[in-house]
Structure formats: structure tokens, C-alpha cells
């Protein structure tokens, strides 16, 4: 065990709070592990399908920690009073001014099966076979003959590991499309089970009803008597991360239940092999003494990046909170040089608890905390969703959040998307741009009203501020009703891009459904595309980073504000929507640092325009603004 100390000078503006050094430490222990099993799916024939669900019981596991998380929900609804209106898809926000996506395909995805909620996973290969799961059972599908390959239960799938928990559950699949893998990773045993571990398995080539190697990660790592809870994936160029809370068993309080948030760090070639693997744990993640919680990995966008790897994390139980936690390991796992790196960053909006979600028969959805749940890296910059609070309607909503690893000194961009009647819960995000430097992507998520039953449903989001009217995937035809009091709504839904056709994203998520007089869970598994074609960028040029503001406008000035690195002879345009151009508001050399350019829209039209940032005829930037 190697024991790791890095002090940083860090920007840490909480609420107004001057910049501090801080302490950051953390524990690096080595594992070798050999597989434990080697399930063929095609083989399996013997399943039973077993679930059982204590519908009195709605929360197991730390159900102390849901206790707690309850009575913080109640005081944000009472700050915050639910307030729903005809909706108009409006918010605080000027977007909704770009086309909405299309659906390119669509089926029904893992069917109910007692337990509740679904925790939605999903990964499509390059050749359309997926792998999707929910907390009982595997799907394998194949979307060029609309065919069902095998449905088989977890427990059938892991039949042959020993000294494993029946009780599994919270799965997560990913799509290796370097080496045509699919991982699928799940946990078995929780609080009350004798032993727990967490479950990794590679497919051994890219049709997934072949063999699988299987391997049982330890729920106890550490021999501190506690269990692993709600994993999270992402993949680099050539190592696997699972990120996992460590809860302990028994009673108490969620702090003392709560040990700490840890990283898991292994090879992808052994796993796909069948070798022994050597994973590394990275534990003890500390910010000035405090542990940092519910970490969550930052998948690629159009591809995978290494052999970094960026983690976001925030204070996912605060009511309001402007602090975000950016962590990255800066090597394998296997190189002498291997440091965990710690920035903490402000927002230019606070996030939030969010409510519970209001149904049609009044009883309220599940939306948990305000954690990341979604997040990439793509063209130097994060995006990521998590869900939280709209304090003008008191709706559970989600934030949509915006930052630049190599510019920490600018604030995250943080915007709240809302609606006044519809609530909205547990995005996911991915990567939909067509060239290397775009802004675009698809945000996927559930969405519920008093009004409206349970559904899902996507937005595209092109850039500066600019969304799409949400598409509904599949619209619900019951509410949700299982368990006595609040309904579980899914801990996490699933977005994955399409490798090899750029911008199509494949997401999966939860609608109510009717089954003969049950009122339970369906999942909806859909393939979207924005049907916009990224403005070309010339490869060779340097991008900047700039915004401009407020979009749209009306009768007044537009402002555009923008940080170059050195000093740069610069050309600022405006285009209309045909490309015509129309005037150079400024041809003159920008000095380093930031600039802010402002000018009048009274010479222009209603209508759509664009604004180009280049040097010598490279492009840099394109703004699109709209004239109203």
C-alpha cells in the first residue's frame, strides 16, 4: 500500500470564500485477481427468474441513508413549494431554439419483472448487437434483424461464481469499440448480506452470447466491515474505472454509515483474455480532510482518451451549492508515475436537493440527490447532468453543466433546465458532434407531471446556450405504483454514442406502463440523431474559448466574450442563415487574456445569424444567434 500527498494551491469560491491551500490525500493498494467463472449465455438454459420485492419496504440497503435523504426532501419542499402551470416549454432560459432530434430507432427494452426500480443500462456495438440490463435480468439484442438473441436473469449469468450473494443488482454496460468488447459490470450483496462484491465481466469476443470472463471484485476491499454501493463506468484508451461508495453495515446516522467514495483501475486486455487481472484501488479521497462522495467517471465523446483519466464529484446533499470537485488520474495504473489530482471549482448557478417528482395520482417519483450522473470529454472541454431543484417552480429538474480542464480559473457554466408543468429526473448526456471540435450533445432523461404520466424523453443541445425543444421518446400510459409511499424512479438511466456513426446517441430510460392492472415499469430503448451538421472547423486552427450573450436578443446589444492565450490579429463576422455575409465588426489584434465586444442587432432582421471568430482566414468559433 502506497500512501500519497499532493498539496495544491486551489481556487475554492464557496459562497464567496477566498482561496485556500488544501490537503489532498489518498491510499493506492494493488490486487491480483484470478477469473472466477466463464458463463457462455447461449448454454445457459436453467434460469428461474426469481425476484422478490418488499413492496413495505420501498429503500433496501442503507435504508438509514434514505431516511435522512427524505427529511432533507422535505425541508426543499417546503422552501421551495411545488408550483405547476400549463406547460409552456419556457424557463429561465432563452432555449429551445434549435431543432429537436429525430428518432432513428425505437423498441422495447428489459421487461418488469417484480423488482423496482429498473436502473436502466445500456451499450450498443459498432455492428448493433446490444446489451442491455436492469436489476434482474440481461438482454441481448441484435438491430439489424429486430431480433431478441437471449433474455437471462443476473443471477443465471453468475450462476457459476462461488461464494457470491443471490441478491444482485445495479448493473452497468459499456461498449469497448477499440477492441469490439462489450464489460458489464453489476453488484452482489448489500447491507444485510453476509458478503458482497462487485462483479466485472468482459466478453471474450464482440457477439455477447459467447463466452464471458468473470470476476468478483471484493464489496469489502478494505476489511472495514462495510459494502459496495451504486457503481459507475467509463472506460480510457486502455484501463476500465469503476467508481463505488463504500457504505458500512448496521445502524446509525448516514455519516457514520457512510466510509468513503473509492476508484477501481484495471487493464482492459487482460480482462478480455481471461488472465489473471491486477486492478488498483485508489482510496482515502480526501479534500482538507473531508472525504469527496459519489465520484463519477467522464467517458469520452467521439472516442476514448488517456492515459488520464477526469472524475467530477460535488455535494450532492446540499439544498443549494455552487461546488464542484474535479479529480483525474494522470497514468495507468500499473506506472511508477501515478497521481490522483484535485481541483475544486465554483459555478456561475447553484444546484440543489431535487423534490420528488409529482405523478397523476399524486404519488411522488424518487429523484435521490443532486450527484453526477452523466458526464464526457470531448475537444478540451466536460459536459454533465445531475439532477436538482428549479427553486422558482420547486420542480425537480436537472443541471446541465459546462467546464474547461485546461482553463480552471473561469467559473463552471451551469444551466437549470425546467419546465413549468413537467418535472424532470435522472439525465444522462453523451457526445452527438459530427467533427472533433463541436459542442454538441444529446441529453437524455425521464419526466413526469400531475398532469402527464411517466415518460422519457431527449433535447439537443448545440452550444452556447442553445437547446432543443425536448422529444418524447415514449410517453407513459399509467403512473408508477408498486410500493407503499414514494415510487422509486430509477437511480440512473443510459446514453451511449454510436461509434461509427457520428452523431447518433442510443439512450435508454423508464415510462410508465400498464401491465394488466399493475402499474409498473417499462424501459424504452431509443436511437436519436440532431439532424445538425457541425459547422466546419479547420483542423489546424486553435480554438478559443468564448460565449456570447444574451441569445436570443431583442433590441439590444449582443455581446461576445472571449480568452485567447497570446496576443492574435482577429476577425469577428456576421453571416445570415444562408451563409451570406454581411459585415467584419472587427478586423484588429485581440491582446491576451479576456476580451468582451459588443454591438447593436437594431440593423438586423428577425431571424438567425452567425457569428465567426477566425485568424487568418481560420476559422476559430461559430456563434449562432437569433434576432427576435
Sequence with gaps: MFKHGLVLSLLLLFFGVDAINAQVDYQLKKYSLGVAARPNPSKISKDWMFEIQNVEDPFQGNSTYRGYLEEVKKKVEAKYSNKSFVSTY?????????????????????????????????????DGIVVAAINTNIIFYDTKTDSLLKTISLAAFSDTLSNISTHQYDPKAI??????????????GASTDATSNIIVAFSSTNNPMDEWYLYALAGNPLLDDSWSDFPAIAMSENELFITINLLKKGGGSWQTLFKQSVIWQMSKTEGYQGDSITPGLISDINFNQNPIRNIHPVVGGSAFYGPELYFLSQRNFD????????????????????????????????????PNAMQTNNKRLATNDSR???????NNHIQFVGNTVDTLTGHASFYHGLLFPDHLSEKIHLNILTDT?????????????????????????????????????????????????????????SPIYILVGTQRWGDYSASQPRYNKPGEVWVVGTFGKLINSTRAYGTWITAINSQVTDIPVLADSQPILSSLYP???INQKLSIDFVVEQDKLITISIFDNTGKHLSDLYHAWAKQGRSILSFST????????????????KVLKVHKFSVL
Design 372 to 378: 453526477v450522473l452523466g458526464a464526457f470529454y470531448q
Design 551 to 553: 441569445n436570443p436578443t
Design 421 to 477: 408543468l413537467l418535472e424532470f429526473g435522472y439525465p444522462n448526456i453523451s457526445y452527438c458532434g459530427t467533427n472533433a471540435r463541436s459542442m454538441h450533445s444529446m441529453i437524455s432523461f425521464n419526466y413526469t407531471s400531475l398532469k402527464t404520466y411517466p415518460g422519457f424523453a431527449a433535447m439537443f443541445f448545440e452550444g452556447n446556450d442553445l437547446y432543443s425543444k425536448p422529444i418524447f421518446l415514449k410517453k407513459g400510459n
Design 90 to 126: 419556457q424557463s429561465k432560459l432563452p432555449y429551445y431554439t434549435v431543432d429537436t432530434p429525430i428518432v432513428t430507432y425505437a423498441m422495447e427494452g428489459n421487461k418488469y419483472s417484480a423488482s423496482v426500480p429498473n436502473d436502466n443500462t445500456m451499450a450498443i456495438s459498432n
Design 319 to 354: 439544498i443549494q451549492n455552487d461546488t464542484f470537485f474535479l479529480l483525474k488520474t494522470t497514468d495507468v495504473i500499473s506506472s511508477p508515475n501515478h497521481q490522483l489530482e484535485i481541483q475544486a471549482l465554483t459555478s456561475d448557478q447553484a444546484y440543489g436537493m431535487p
Design 175 to 188: 461498449y469497448d469499440y477499440q477492441n469490439d468488447r462489450f464489460i458489464l459490470v453489476f453488484l452482489a
Design 602 to 617: 437594431l440593423n438586423l432582421a428577425s431571424g438567425l445569424y452567425f457569428l465567426s471568430v477566425s485568424e487568418d482566414s
